[in-house]
């Protein structure tokens, strides 16, 4: 991006488009030009621990697929001669006349994703990773690790390529940390890509492997990320909890590792292999970018952002989301994402769909009778089919099978000239039936089910022969009997295809409606963003009031009050006209599926139906109450809740506390409740800094068993020992004691360092109480939709689906989902609305047509297929026969393989297509 003129909602981005060299519609990613490429250079992509072409594709997962001309490096540009991936390109996409280009683009919002880098520990002579080629970073250990990576998953060390016996990982390298760089800040992500890493390392060794793991503290505060940090330990990975001072390489170029042990001890280790677990920073393009746009950036370059809008910058009308507004990892940066679009299109959903052009299909030709007409087109794909499987013979073998009419071999079928010719010469030829022998259906045929579309047929006539996957890729040392089995293949896919129906996708009309249930700060935030962008909302809440947890929480981490937050936000989700809000109210019932529900809610004045397309669940949870510490005994222990509540209410006087003492972890990480509760770090020092500034003099001891203040909370512990504040760290096995001292409490801790029990007289003792989930079970089985072990509802996917179920049209946000801090919490509301707005922003929706049908003849009633049906699709008619509701349906076939009298079928993959193609086989 070069400029920016304009304000929110109406905004000239002017853009530079840098060229590639390479026409992209032309581009069929074969590999050519890369092959013939003779200038190799260190690859990037791969942390430079091996080398790349000059032409190339930047990455194995690129999207799209394409490949790229790297001029810095190209023979071409440096000396004007060579040319040779121009002339060996099959399909002329190279192009050397590509230019610069700039052009404008008039937008209503921006969003900033730019990311971060990965801290470079080259020029700190204590981690010696430019010195030693065995210590790596951790990036460079990813790319070892991977199948795409320079020794294709087979783990070595870079030095010598010998397997390594032993590897340390060494965390908080450019994290927490003020002595060798200026990032004070915690990364949030190291501490789980380590264990990650460290993890998948001992499987590629099969046991052969000896990983240990040298931190400060163990943050694995994410959701089912204590379990995985369990899982390492059980697996076998050893954790020392000390910083290392020296490193230094031995004549085998092992390397010696000194440390302190954890009693102050001098300790040493030898190692194969030392990995350095890095932090992230943001570049200094991007900290320029961000002064263009007239963004505001903190002390760390990251971008400023309030708690109560956790996705919108400085500047209205652009907005981030990612690393780029603090260290976090892929779950919640997606759900970022989706928060920004969320702010991004709720200032401009007056003109939602203005831009939008349909694309107008012609309508499906009747085939219904008609003798099948068999198209069959065979890809060599390059030299990825071609160069196993002789595609010839098979092109001239599927001519010869029944009901083939047409068959082509094209060098690849899946480019866009291809396409276009095969939609002419299914018109042409009047095929009904199109069979396609090339890679896999998984990521090729919505690709042809859209040429079917394009040449007049329905999609579902369409059949797909994986001559690659399964079958060049696999059988490369054997080309004859390649060839054989992709004649099978194909003989199979023509003997289904031959069977194939036009199937009919079920319309839905969609209900514009939303219910949101639960009335805390997430539920809110996502009834008004609902509202705000013009849907009817409902918000249920079973308290008489709004605000759930955050009426009792003081301030956020950034010290922001919520009192003054919460009251406006209330006030403003009473006054929204589009927003209807029920209190006191419960769900008694739920009807429907996507796009069309129907709850019944109860309150005292009788029940009511709402009629709804989406529904977000934000239940909120609960605080745990303690049975330990004299809880319920003393009235000097409270939890951080009840504290606040105090402080707030004017019953406690912080100035009046000369002893404090916070407890960690209670009820957190614990068998009962294996999981970190997030925010109780932060709260406690929080809390520690609060009655500091309040009483100087006040004595504050913290007793933590890891000091989870990720991200910026780091800058908050680092205050907090600045200002005096205590902090002892004790192990599960030896947890505090405390004990009644008349009004005063005596807390008992044993101190690692010293080797010996603390005594501390308190005034006050604050118990960090985990969050608990409300186990809304009634609740999930009503919507269809799952509670994990702990009860949190469970997301359809962590990373890419993080706000969004299993089942369609419902999604989450808040505590319901797991333990956070309220700004995630905003943001996690703000994503649930944007991901539910791509159902209700439309007038109806197509369900897939491969849905599973009963034939009632044949059902005895026995339940079977409703019992194993995932997604509660198939229930009892009238009669106590199966009924299968189309709309519930993913087509998985559990209801085909469980059934004992064959009732139940699949459309598109029937009884009688799956035995044509075993048929064939033989």
Not at 723 to 743: F, I, N, Q, S
Not at 770 to 791: C, N, T, W, Y
Not at 827 to 855: C, H, K, N, P, Y
């Amino acid at each position: 991006m070069v400029d920016i003129q304009g304000e929110e909602g109406d905004f000239t981005v002017e853009v530079v488009s840098y060229p590639r060299y390479i026409d992209m519609d032309k581009c069929i990613a074969c590999g050519a030009c890369a092959e013939k490429c003779p200038k190799k250079v260190p690859n990037e992509y791969n942390q430079g621990l091996d080398k790349r072409k000059a032409a190339h594709v930047r990455y194995a997962q690129a999207v799209p697929l394409k490949y790229c001309i790297d001029s810095t490096n190209c023979i071409y540009f440096q000396k004007g001669k060579c040319k040779a991936c121009q002339k060996f390109c099959p399909t002329g996409a190279v192009d050397f006349e590509q230019q610069e280009q700039r052009r404008q683009i008039k937008v209503g919002s921006l969003i900033l994703a730019a990311g971060f880098r990965a801290f470079d520990p080259t020029p700190y002579i204590v981690y010696q990773y430019a010195k030693f080629p065995n210590v790596v970073t951790a990036l460079e250990f990813e790319r070892i690790l991977a199948a795409s990576g320079p020794w294709m998953g087979h783990l070595v060390r870079p030095g010598d390529e010998k397997e390594p016996k032993r590897i340390a990982f060494l965390q908080c390298v450019g994290s927490r940390d003020l002595n060798t760089c200026d990032h004070p800040y915690c990364s949030s992500v190291c501490c789980m890509y380590a264990l990650k890493e460290a993890t998948i390392a001992m499987e590629h060794a099969h046991g052969d492997l000896e990983v240990t793991i040298f931190f400060m503290d163990m943050r694995t505060f994410g959701k089912d990320f204590e379990r995985y940090y369990e899982k390492a330990k059980a697996a076998g990975v050893k954790f020392v909890r000390s910083r290392v001072h020296t490193i230094s390489q031995l004549p085998d170029q092992s390397l010696l590792i000194e440390y302190a042990g954890e009693d102050g001890s001098p300790q040493s280790g030898e190692f194969d292999m030392v990995v350095l677990s890095h932090g992230l920073e943001i570049p200094p393009t991007t900290v320029e970018l961000a002064q263009k746009l007239g963004v505001e950036l903190g002390d760390h370059s990251f971008v400023k952002t309030s708690s109560f809008t956790p996705v919108a910058t400085s500047r209205p009308g652009i907005y981030v989301c990612g690393a780029l507004a603090g260290p976090k990892d892929i779950p919640i940066s997606v759900m970022e994402a989706s928060a920004a679009a969320c702010a991004a299109a709720g200032k401009l959903a007056s003109a939602r769909g203005t831009l939008v052009k349909e694309k107008e299909l012609p309508k499906p030709l009747d085939v219904a009778g008609d003798m099948p007409r068999i198209g069959v087109f065979v890809c060599s794909c390059g030299v990825n089919i071609a160069g196993v499987v002789d595609v010839e013979a098979v092109a001239e073998y599927a001519r010869s099978l029944p009901y083939v009419a047409y068959v082509e071999n094209n060098l690849f079928t899946c480019s866009q000239d291809t396409q276009d010719k095969m939609a002419e010469v299914i018109k042409e030829q009047g095929l009904n039936r199109i069979v396609v022998a090339a890679c896999t259906p998984r990521t090729h045929e919505p690709l042809f089910q859209e040429t079917l579309q394009n040449a007049g047929l329905n999609k579902y006539l369409f059949e797909m022969a994986n001559i690659r996957n399964q079958d060049s890729w696999v059988h490369s040392d054997d080309p004859e009997a390649a060839t054989e089995k992709a004649k099978d293949l194909v003989r199979m896919a023509v003997a289904k295809a031959a069977l194939l129906q036009p199937l009919e996708e079920v319309r839905l009309d969609i209900n514009p409606g939303a219910l949101v249930i639960g009335g805390g700060i997430a539920g809110m935030t996502a009834a008004l963003e609902l509202a705000g962008q013009g849907y009817r909302t409902h918000l249920v809440e079973r308290d008489q009031t709004l605000g759930g947890n955050a009426r009792s929480l003081r301030v956020t981490a950034q010290g922001e009050e919520v009192a003054p937050y919460l009251e406006k936000l209330i006030a403003r989700v009473e006054a929204e006209p589009n927003l209807t809000v029920h209190t006191g109210a419960t769900i008694k019932d739920v009807d429907g599926f996507v796009g069309n529900f129907k709850t019944t809610i109860a309150t005292d004045s009788g029940e009511e139906v709402i009629e709804h397309g989406v529904a977000i669940i934000a239940v909120g949870a609960g605080e745990y109450k303690p049975n330990e510490y004299l809880y319920g005994q003393h009235p000097k222990v409270m939890t951080h809740l009840e504290m606040d509540a105090a402080i707030m209410d004017g019953q406690l006087d912080p100035t009046q506390v000369d002893s404090l003492v916070l407890i960690q972890c209670v009820g957190s990480r614990e068998p009962e409740r294996p999981y970190c509760s997030k925010v109780c770090c932060t709260h406690s020092v929080e809390t520690a800094l609060y009655f500091k500034e309040k009483n100087p003099d006040c004595q504050v001891v913290i007793i933590y068993r890891d000091m989870r203040t990720y991200g910026e909370r780091e800058l908050l512990y680092r205050q907090a020992r600045e200002k005096g504040v205590l902090c002892v760290r004790y192990e599960p096995e030896a947890k505090p004691r405390v004990e009644a001292d008349g009004d005063k409490l005596k807390v008992t801790v044993r101190d690692h360092v010293l080797g010996r029990d603390l005594v501390i007289s308190a005034d006050l003792l604050g118990l960090a109480s985990a969050i608990v989930s409300h186990r809304a079970e009634d609740l999930a089985q009503m919507f269809k939709v799952p509670l994990d072990e702990d009860g949190w509802f469970l997301e359809a996917h962590q990373k890419l689906r993080p706000v969004d179920f299993a089942t369609d049209g419902v999604f989450m946000c808040g505590l319901a989902h797991y333990p956070k801090p309220l700004e995630e919490a905003v943001a996690q509301a703000q994503a649930a609305v944007s991901r539910a707005v791509t159902v209700l922003s439309r007038d109806e929706m197509w369900l897939s047509g491969t849905v599973a049908f009963i034939d009632q003849r044949k059902c005895v009633g026995c339940g079977v297929c409703w019992t194993v049906c995932p997604y509660q699709a198939i229930t009892q008619d009238e009669n106590g026969l199966a009924v299968v509701n189309e709309a519930l349906c993913k087509g998985c076939g559990t209801c085909v393989a469980s059934c004992r009298s064959g009732a139940p079928n699949l459309r598109g993959f029937t009884t009688a297509d799956i035995m044509a193609q075993i048929e064939a086989m033989f």
